[in-house]
């Protein structure tokens, strides 16, 4: 058994995919619509199915970045597009990419890498929760803030005798829409697997995959481990992709 993973997947979606496109911007007017059959615009695309063999995905929204990729791949066809969100406003990737590469080279990979999530993380939210709190001696202003928010909202720890530590959960909705930068990122992660498993030869079996990688046996007899594996990695199909492994 041998597992490959697909280095800095979503990272590379950006480094690679972002340069000189452009992503959906929604203000709730536009309307899903059923797929027209045209040109693939700025947009998202409801997707019956997509993927080969080995690697999948059924019923999902997908960036229009992405459905290019995958109809020039010949792993979509255009009868499995089922709907089309097009935005009336568009913005240019140039900025996420640069943002994105900047944390690269200032940082250690180990540590750009745990920014760089957490930064695109924060693209799928259009709800903001966070906490406050105070410190109170006054069992009466817990009461209080019970009989106000409701006995779910609010949470109280006596710190010592006498003086309590009370909060409670607050959440702001925003006013604008990121998720088609977070949906770009995840949908170019899916394409990432998708060009990994067309790279494996043939008698190469598919066991396993994650979110970045792919466990698979390969019938390769050897005794020398070293050797299987300098065997294994000349068979196998990477050196015209994009990505790294």
Known sequence: KYTYDISGSYFNVVDTLFPGEYLPVYDGRENIVDYDGGDIKVGEYLLKYYGVKGC????QFVSHIVVQRLLAMGVLRKKDILKQHIANRIIGTDEIVAFSRWLYATFPKAIAKKMFCQWYGTF??????????????SVEEISAMYNEYGINAVRHVEVYEGCYSVSRRKEIKHHYNNSPIYNAIICGGQLNMIEFTMALPKNCHIISTMTDSISFCCNIPHNDDDRKKDLINHLLNFKHLRLGI
């Open 56 to 59: 999948s995905f059924h019923n």
């Open 124 to 137: 799928n939210s259009m709800v903001s929760k966070f906490d406050i709190g105070m410190m109170t001696t």
